[in-house]
């Protein structure tokens, strides 16, 4: 038996619950975790097809079960098997009780997680993805707090003077910067997604809040987050990491409230991305690949998610973070709303679809506000059979979250071969006899096309103006869309808008079609 | 592990990550919002170390606080994900 191995078991009967790290994992453990890692690879991958889907989700759960339970067994002295042998009597009664503790909290997690998926509506799902966001995002700034206060669990720290009792630790300076970096990322994240939450859930305005030199703060903030982690590395006192924290904390406060309601999806698939860095930063930490590997993957997810939306806009990332979009509403639409526009009823459009051949449904966030998803596919069913066509189009923005409305769709149980992107669809609104734009608005303007003074210019939009006849749901005349611009389409000689609640004018509609 | 093994993995992970995501059909962008989630609640790892950790008390509770927050994620995360995915149907189904 080595020396170094003699310190160790010395030091497991001072900590009896401590898992000696610093013996090396054992060989099956990494693979575990490797394993671990390839599922949630292959859960991702299962997601590009529908057909696919359900079996990745499984897949996923197996990854993390193996992860749960090689980690339960590692701490719980499993993974001196096959090295010494199991530990003593007296460390397994110990054990039992952490191990109770631990599993009650799993218990207490599942229910509450459980129940909450049951229950929520499908409408609130960006709200609910936001409050998930900030859990990963807490759970990450509370790990490393752990790890920063009881580092020889984490096999992060050498302790300079052993047994002795008031024992100096030194956690090594690579895993201070990573504990730094990941319980600053993971506070941004949980600060952050709070703040989102609050606003998609409509607890806080959606409009942007704009402090004075907010961009200075921010910055200022940001470059004092950094040196203090570099310094972190440097020097161990707890007051550095205290500050970080709590520096992190109203940062992403901060960098969130100045972003409107319309550029959310963005917010919220940037935050998913962070958490996937914060797990990785605790991965690095911890030397765990399937920790390393999901925050890849997590983090890459939410950036490309967050690149898509940026471009669905047209804005760079840069012009969403700095925030304020959306803040100069109804500026310049006072004269607008004095054009001539044709007006219809329920009977007028339910007359007109029903002559048509095809007809392509274009949802938006308002769909969604009203619950409209299912009377509308009572419509859609009751023109499929008159004999017409029925399509979806979907914009990548449209509602709160990437794949918002085709998820509502899913639930109103549309078939998802009904509902095409914007990019495969564009090019049949010419063949199409009725647009129905429901809920929708900057995502139809033609201003994007031709405009350039817009502030939307330049982002693709759908072009239902070429339909024979364009039916736009709307509640009233007056407000404009989220990016505060009028909506050209409006005063078209091809369109007819209906005036009212989209559910009131949907139902309207299919009993006018009864 | 030493420090350019784990980086390794990360920097290969994520150009897994990049391609493996392209992939996904923006139909099913939301469920891989949510499933995404559940999976980075892999930091659970941490928890419980944290958790099964007797030398410092404050650190133990604040891994079992991590633990159920995370474990609020994991099955909230994959149930609410299998809720969605259970909804996309193809045509002529039912009716």
Redesign the interface.
Known sequence: MSAGTHTDLILSAT?????SHDAG?PGWV?LAYLV??VC??L???G????VT??R???L??I??AI??VT??LV??GAGELGRDGPGDTRYLV??QL??L??LA??????I???V???R?A?TA?PQ??AA??S??G???V??G???F??P???GIATRLTPIAEPSLLLIKP?SRLELGLGVAIGAITFSGSVIAFLKLNGNMTGAPILLPCRHLINLGTLAAILVLVAWFTQDQSPWIFWTVLALSFIIGFLLIIPIGGADMPVV??ML?SY??W???A?????????????????????A??SY?MCRAMNRSFLSVIAGGFGAVASSGGGEAIDRPYKRGSAEDAAFLMRQADQVVIVPGYGMAVAQAQHILREMA?LLKKEGVKVKYA?H?VAGR????M??LL??A?V?????F?LEDINSEFAQTDVAFVIGANDVTNPAAKTDKSSPIYGMPVLDVEKARTVLFIKRSMGGAGYAGVDNELFYRDNTMMLLADAKKMVEEIVKALA | ?D?IS?LS??VL??F???Y?????????????????????????????????????P???W??????????????????????????????????
Not at chain 1, 415 to 419: F, I, K, S
Not at chain 2, 37 to 55: D, E, P, T
Not at chain 2, 80 to 90: C, I, N, Q
């Open positions: 900590f009896p619950a401590m898992p994992t990494m671990a890692g949630f690879i859960a991702l991958r997601l590009s097809s529908p889907s359900q990745g989700n499984r996923g759960m990854g993390m992860a749960v980690t339960l701490a719980f110990i054990d952490a191990l503790e631990i909290a799993i218990a207490i997690g599942a509450i997680g459980l909450t998926a049951r929520i499908m799902m609910l993805v998930f966001h859990l990963v807490l759970a990450a509370l790990v707090a752990a790890a206060l009881n020889e669990a984490f690579l919220v698939s998913n958490s996937g914060a797990a990785a605790m991965g690095f930490t911890l030397e765990n690949s399937a920790m390393i590997i999901t925050g890849a993957l997590v983090g890459s997810s939410g490309i998610l898509i069913d979907i990548p979250m990437p794949g918002h085709n998820v899913a639930e149980n078939p998802y071969d009904e509902v992107e | 592990m420090f784990i993995i990360f992970a994520c897994v990550g990049y493996v995501v392209w992939s996904v059909t923006p139909a099913l962008h939301t469920p891989l919002m949510a499933v995404t989630n559940a999976i980075s609640s892999v930091i659970i790892v941490g928890a419980l170390i944290a958790a099964a950790g007797a030398a410092s404050l650190a133990k604040l891994g079992l606080l991590a633990v159920v927050l995370a474990s609020i994620n994991i099955f909230g995360g994959f149930a609410v994900t299998s809720r969605m995915l259970a909804m996309y149907k193809k045509k002529e189904r039912a009716e």
